[in-house]
């Protein structure tokens, strides 16, 4: 019980030193360019790629499953979207990308640590929390609805593709189904969650690397303890910010 | 200068560091030396802030470290410049932009002299023609040369180097000693170098402190380190099997003379 408090109040001392006045400008904006690139135009091919596929395969999953007579045959196209827009391009995109990018973010600061990088930039007067970690989390919050919006678009794209080319289904019954009752509130709700979830990622990540202590095996551990620390902390945010956007 | 007034470190109850006094003077070359584990590397991150002692007083000329606030703290990491064991250079930036990232962080100079202070501490270093190279693509001294010229981009008054000789061979060796040797004359800084290497010792040890398990053991220059009649000193300079030979030859001589 005592070391998740003691991590815990590390944290937030760490993020009290993050969001401290940058010492020039300059150099975090260009910072925060290169995190935009690094961490979000760089994710962009991974999550068009598993968006594609899992909307095609929510789609006949859906269609193979909830068949019948008594069903409208625009269900399959609303269940697809509603999966989409509510859960699967907020929370189980931001579950992939806290892979992917947790695990770079504490590995890179990890390293940067055991090699004295950031032992460097503190003797130079620089605030190495600071300058490292608040453009990442800036950078990951600036792109993530833009992920966000290119996984949905992948995941339509994915289920239009199983009425295309497998002929699963009526492309004009499933775009009814998309467009039937579409409330514009869901796009802002898997907009406002990406963002908490782009925080948590880029924070708890950023935290495991720069309190990484050793050699490359506390890194790769520091790399794991990220992945895991953010999932967890990503789903257990999930139901909260569920229920209180849509309850 | 630096003066060190009663240092002492611990940690989790065992002491790192005890009682440790010393003045480092400045336009010289001074060499915290001693075994492995003995504690120079705590007592070099105390001194640079990165480690803060139980007790005594750092004083950066005259003023104590240990009672600065943050501000003050980062005023005076600004007249600092360290060169670490493994040069911790920046992997994503190139070779002049390594040694521009402390003029582009505090300097307000254009970004025409900010290159060309650059290019003329890369100069110094003889690392001109890498400057567009990225630490990944030159060799470990080569890289201990680039942390030199980032060390020196904002005129330090007060150099740090942690054993800057590790991992290098003989000859390159040499070549560090030598430029961090001119270069404190040059900018008449205040330079402490952590170092076991007896070759730094015997060649730029102008002021030498010897460690022995976290205390003072001795203190003196090069040319006392070769008579000096302290046991433990002895052992720990004396332990190749070379430098026991050329003593014997230097007594042996001072014996027939």
């Given at each position: 019980?005592?070391?998740?408090?003691?991590?815990?109040?590390?944290?937030?001392?760490?993020?009290?030193?993050?969001?401290?006045?940058?010492?020039?400008?300059?150099?975090?904006?260009?910072?925060?360019?290169?995190?935009?690139?690094?961490?979000?135009?760089?994710?962009?091919?991974?999550?068009?790629?598993?968006?594609?596929?899992?909307?095609?395969?929510?789609?006949?999953?859906?269609?193979?499953?909830?068949?019948?007579?008594?069903?409208?045959?625009?269900?399959?196209?609303?269940?697809?979207?509603?999966?989409?827009?509510?859960?699967?391009?907020?929370?189980?995109?931001?579950?992939?990308?806290?892979?992917?990018?947790?695990?770079?973010?504490?590995?890179?600061?990890?390293?940067?640590?055991?090699?004295?990088?950031?032992?460097a930039?503190?003797?130079?007067?620089?605030?190495?929390?600071?300058?490292?970690?608040?453009?990442?989390?800036?950078?990951?919050?600036?792109?993530?609805?833009?992920?966000?919006?290119?996984?949905?678009?992948?995941?339509?794209?994915?289920?239009?593709?199983?009425?295309?080319?497998?002929?699963?289904?009526?492309?004009?019954?499933?775009?009814?189904?998309?467009?039937?009752?579409?409330?514009?509130?869901?796009?802002?709700?898997?907009?406002?969650?990406?963002?908490?979830?782009?925080?948590?990622?880029?924070?708890?990540?950023?935290?495991?690397?720069?309190t990484?202590e050793?050699?490359?095996?506390?890194?790769?551990?520091?790399?794991?303890?990220?992945?895991?620390?953010?999932?967890?902390?990503?789903?257990?945010?999930?139901?909260?910010?569920?229920?209180?956007?849509?309850? | 200068?630096?003066q060190?007034?009663?240092?002492?470190?611990?940690?989790?109850?065992?002491t790192?560091?005890?009682?440790?006094?010393?003045?480092?003077?400045?336009?010289?070359t001074?060499?915290?030396?001693?075994?492995?584990?003995?504690g120079?590397?705590?007592?070099m991150?105390?001194?640079?802030?990165?480690?803060?002692?139980?007790?005594?007083?750092?004083?950066?000329?005259?003023?104590?470290?240990?009672?600065?606030?943050?501000?003050?703290?980062?005023?005076?990491?600004?007249?600092?410049?360290?060169?670490?064991?493994?040069?911790?250079?920046?992997?994503?930036?190139?070779?002049?932009?390594?040694?521009?990232f402390?003029?582009?962080?505090?300097?307000?100079?254009?970004?025409?002299?900010?290159?060309?202070?650059?290019?003329?501490?890369?100069?110094?270093?003889?690392?001109?023609?890498?400057?567009?190279?990225?630490?990944?693509?030159?060799s470990?001294?080569?890289?201990?040369?680039?942390?030199?010229?980032?060390?020196?981009?904002?005129?330090?008054?007060?150099?740090?180097?942690?054993?800057?000789?590790?991992g290098?061979?003989?000859?390159?060796?040499?070549?560090?000693?030598?430029?961090?040797?001119?270069?404190?004359?040059?900018?008449?800084?205040?330079?402490?170098?952590?170092?076991?290497?007896?070759?730094?010792?015997?060649?730029?040890?102008?002021?030498?402190?010897?460690?022995?398990?976290?205390?003072?053991?001795?203190?003196?220059?090069?040319?006392?380190?070769?008579?000096?009649?302290?046991?433990?000193?002895?052992?720990?300079?004396?332990?190749?099997?070379?430098?026991?030979?050329?003593?014997?030859e230097?007594?042996?001589?001072?014996?027939?003379?």
């Amino acid at each position: 019980m005592i070391k998740p408090v003691t991590n815990l109040g590390k944290y937030l001392m760490l993020m009290g030193r993050v969001f401290s006045r940058p010492e020039r400008f300059r150099m975090y904006f260009k910072q925060y360019l290169n995190e935009m690139v690094q961490l979000g135009i760089n994710s962009i091919g991974i999550v068009l790629l598993i968006s594609f596929f899992i909307g095609a395969v929510i789609c006949i999953q859906i269609k193979l499953n909830i068949e019948s007579p008594w069903m409208p045959r625009f269900v399959v196209g609303y269940t697809t979207r509603e999966i989409l827009l509510l859960e699967f391009s907020s929370s189980i995109m931001c579950l992939i990308l806290a892979g992917k990018v947790g695990s770079n973010i504490a590995s890179e600061i990890g390293t940067m640590r055991v090699t004295q990088q950031i032992d460097a930039l503190e003797i130079m007067g620089v605030n190495s929390a600071s300058y490292l970690i608040l453009p990442k989390i800036l950078g990951l919050m600036t792109m993530i609805p833009f992920l966000v919006i290119f996984s949905i678009f992948a995941g339509v794209i994915g289920a239009f593709c199983t009425a295309w080319f497998a002929g699963i289904m009526n492309a004009t019954d499933l775009e009814y189904g998309l467009q039937y009752c579409f409330v514009e509130w869901y796009i802002w709700c898997s907009f406002i969650k990406s963002l908490f979830f782009a925080f948590i990622i880029a924070s708890v990540s950023a935290y495991f690397g720069y309190t990484v202590e050793g050699g490359s095996i506390a890194v790769g551990k520091a790399s794991t303890d990220s992945v895991v620390s953010s999932s967890v902390l990503i789903l257990f945010s999930d139901l909260i910010l569920t229920q209180l956007l849509m309850g | 200068m630096i003066q060190l007034n009663s240092i002492c470190k611990s940690f989790e109850g065992r002491t790192v560091l005890e009682d440790i006094n010393f003045l480092f003077d400045n336009g010289k070359t001074n060499l915290i030396i001693g075994q492995s584990g003995s504690g120079k590397t705590v007592l070099m991150k105390c001194i640079v802030g990165l480690l803060t002692p139980e007790c005594g007083e750092i004083l950066y000329d005259g003023r104590n470290l240990l009672d600065m606030g943050k501000r003050e703290k980062k005023a005076l990491r600004r007249e600092m410049g360290m060169i670490f064991q493994s040069a911790a250079l920046f992997d994503s930036l190139s070779v002049l932009e390594n040694v521009m990232f402390p003029l582009d962080m505090f300097s307000n100079d254009t970004y025409r002299d900010r290159v060309k202070r650059a290019q003329f501490c890369l100069d110094r270093v003889n690392l001109i023609d890498a400057q567009s190279k990225y630490p990944g693509e030159i060799s470990g001294g080569m890289q201990k040369r680039v942390a030199i010229a980032r060390a020196i981009a904002l005129q330090p008054k007060y150099l740090f180097c942690d054993e800057p000789n590790s991992g290098l061979d003989p000859k390159t060796s040499l070549v560090i000693d030598d430029l961090i040797h001119d270069i404190t004359k040059e900018y008449n800084m205040t330079t402490i170098i952590n170092t076991h290497d007896m070759n730094s010792v015997m060649g730029i040890g102008e002021s030498i402190l010897y460690i022995y398990q976290g205390h003072k053991e001795w203190e003196g220059t090069k040319d006392e380190v070769f008579n000096a009649t302290n046991e433990r000193l002895n052992n720990f300079i004396f332990a190749s099997d070379l430098l026991q030979k050329v003593k014997k030859e230097e007594n042996s001589k001072a014996r027939k003379v």
